[in-house]
């Protein structure tokens, strides 16, 4: 079954960091490029980043409101995604899913939630 | 945030037929593709169109996708109590290098 299980949500407090994971299985990772978005309680998406595939170059790009602040990696051995978020603040809270990109967003994980506090 | 503009609501009777509008700009529904997504209450969201009017694989073909100029359309035939849901429409933005969505659009049946 093609899945991802995103994890490692949690309250954190204004300031701090927090290390989500994106956990893909059923399909080929390392061929893939990952997005993540998110999306804060009764409102609409927000697209955070992408990491792009070996091919090209493992690439990121982030939104706006995130960058210099969150890094998006990966380790393809663990068909793992991950989006280090650090300097959160409040504006940061949200449920965040990861994403698989072939056609567009094809497949998304359950998402995670992220309280800052 | 949002760069892409959709009406917030739009309703219709079971049976009948909607239709969603997005518009944008020459940087992303201009020149690239756009997708639609459904968003279930409490659930993570579904990929229903994309490159402008491919469905995926177990999408009916109540639901419809076209694009002219920098506006993007979703159709919805027949409509169900399912179909009661959130739908986003999204495209990349050359300009910002960015992925970026509609404001939403909450359908009621």
């Known amino acids: 079954e093609v899945q991802l299980v995103e994890s490692g949500g949690g309250l954190v407090q204004p300031g701090g960091s927090l290390k989500l994971s994106c956990a893909a299985s059923?399909?080929?990772?390392?061929?893939?490029?990952m997005h993540w978005v998110r999306q804060p309680s009764g409102k609409g998406l927000e697209w955070v980043g992408r990491?792009?595939?070996?091919?090209?170059?493992?690439?990121?790009e982030y939104g706006a409101s995130v960058k210099g602040r969150f890094i998006i990696s990966r380790d393809d051995s663990k068909n793992t995604a991950y989006l280090q978020m650090n300097s959160l603040n409040i504006d940061d809270t949200a449920v965040y899913f990861c994403?698989?990109?072939?056609?567009?967003?094809?497949?998304w994980g359950q998402g995670t939630m992220v309280i800052v506090s | 945030q949002s760069v892409l503009t959709q009406p917030p609501s739009v309703s219709a009777a079971p049976g009948q037929k909607v239709t969603i509008s997005c518009s944008g700009s020459?940087?992303?529904?201009?020149?690239?593709?756009v997708s639609w997504y459904q968003q279930l209450p409490g659930t993570a969201p579904k990929l229903l169109i994309y490159?402008?009017?491919k469905r995926p694989s177990g999408i009916p073909d109540r639901f419809s996708g076209s694009k002219s100029g920098r506006s993007a359309t979703l159709g919805i035939t027949g409509l169900q109590t399912g179909d009661e849901a959130d739908y986003s429409c999204?495209?990349?933005?050359?300009?910002?290098?960015?992925?970026?969505f509609g404001t939403g659009t909450k359908v009621t049946v």
């Open positions: 490159d402008n009017n």
């Open positions: 999204g495209a990349w933005d050359s300009s910002l290098s960015a992925f970026v």
């Open positions: 059923g399909f080929t990772f390392s061929g893939s490029s």
């Open positions: 994403t698989r990109d072939t056609e567009a967003f094809d497949i």
């Open positions: 020459s940087s992303n529904t201009g020149n690239n593709y």
């Open positions: 990491i792009r595939r070996k091919g090209n170059n493992y690439a990121t």
